[in-house]
C-alpha cells in the first residue's frame, strides 16, 4: 500500500513562532487531508488538499503532487493549537472512496 | 446537522464478549469507514462502505464485521473481543459527488478489552 511519513515527529514551540510540518507520500493521490487531533481526542479536518495552496487564517498548505509531498504551515503559534498533525492520503487510480491512510502523525506542543 | 455521532464514548469488555459500536451521520453521506487508533499511531482503516448494501474491508478488518442498511447507520460488530482490540475507534464520513472529499470524524469511542 501507499506510504506515509511525516516529519519532525515531534515539534515544541514558544507561543508567536512560525512551524512547518511535512508530509511525504509514495504515490500519486487523489486525495490528501490534514487533519488536527486536540487534546481531547477529536479530529478536526483542516485542509482537503490533493494539490495546490490553500489558507485559512494563520493555517496554510501546499501539496505538491508531482514531487509527493505537502507542507503544512503554521504562523503565530498559539497555545490552543497543541495536538497531535495528521497527514492522510488515499491513492490514485480509481474512485476516491475516502479510504485514507494516516502518517504517523507529527505532535506539537506549544507553550505560552 | 449533529454531524457524526458514535456511541458508546466509553466501553470496558471481557475477553470473549461481543458488542457493537454505532455510527450515526446526518449530512446524507454515502462514504462512511471505520477506524482504530492505537497508542502513538495514526488510524488505520478497518472497513469502509460506499453506499447502503456495500462495505468492503480495510486494512485490519479481521474480528470485525460491519452492514449499511441505511444511508445514515454504519455499525461496527466485534464478534469475540480480545485484548487486542484495545484502541480508540472513530467513525468517519464524506461526500461521494465529485470535488471536495473532506472526510468528518466521529468523537471516538474508547474500549478496554480485558
Known amino acids: 500500500g501507499i506510504q506515509v511519513e511525516q516529519s519532525p515527529p515531534d515539534l515544541i514551540l514558544q507561543e508567536g513562532a512560525n512551524s512547518t510540518l511535512r508530509c511525504n507520500f509514495s504515490?500519486?493521490?487523489?486525495?490528501l487531508q490534514w487533519f488536527h487531533q486536540n487534546p481531547w481526542g477529536q479530529l478536526i479536518n483542516l485542509f482537503y488538499i490533493p494539490s495546490g495552496t490553500k489558507q485559512n487564517g494563520r493555517l496554510s498548505a501546499t501539496t505538491v503532487a508531482t514531487e509527493r509531498y505537502s507542507l503544512l504551515y503554521i504562523s503565530s503559534s498559539q497555545t490552543t493549537d497543541s495536538g497531535v498533525y495528521f497527514c492522510?492520503?488515499?491513492?490514485?487510480?480509481?474512485?476516491?472512496?475516502?479510504?485514507?491512510?494516516f502518517g504517523q502523525g507529527t505532535i506539537l506542543t506549544v507553550h505560552p | 446537522n449533529a454531524g457524526v455521532t458514535q456511541t458508546p464514548k466509553f466501553q470496558v469488555l471481557k475477553t470473549g464478549q461481543s458488542m457493537t459500536l454505532q455510527c450515526a451521520q446526518d449530512m446524507n453521506h454515502e462514504y462512511m469507514s471505520w477506524y482504530r487508533q492505537d497508542p502513538g499511531m495514526g488510524l488505520r482503516l478497518i472497513h469502509y462502505s460506499v453506499g447502503a448494501g456495500i462495505t468492503d474491508q480495510g486494512e485490519v478488518p479481521n474480528g470485525y464485521n460491519v452492514s449499511r442498511s441505511t444511508t445514515e447507520d454504519f455499525p461496527l460488530r466485534l464478534l469475540s473481543a480480545a485484548p487486542s482490540q484495545t484502541s480508540v475507534y472513530f467513525c468517519a464520513s464524506s461526500y461521494s459527488g465529485t470535488g471536495l472529499k473532506t472526510q468528518y470524524f466521529g468523537p471516538g469511542t474508547r474500549l478496554l478489552v480485558l
Open positions: 492522510a492520503v488515499e491513492r490514485a487510480g480509481g474512485t476516491s472512496y475516502g479510504k485514507l491512510t
Open positions: 504515490d500519486s493521490v487523489n486525495n
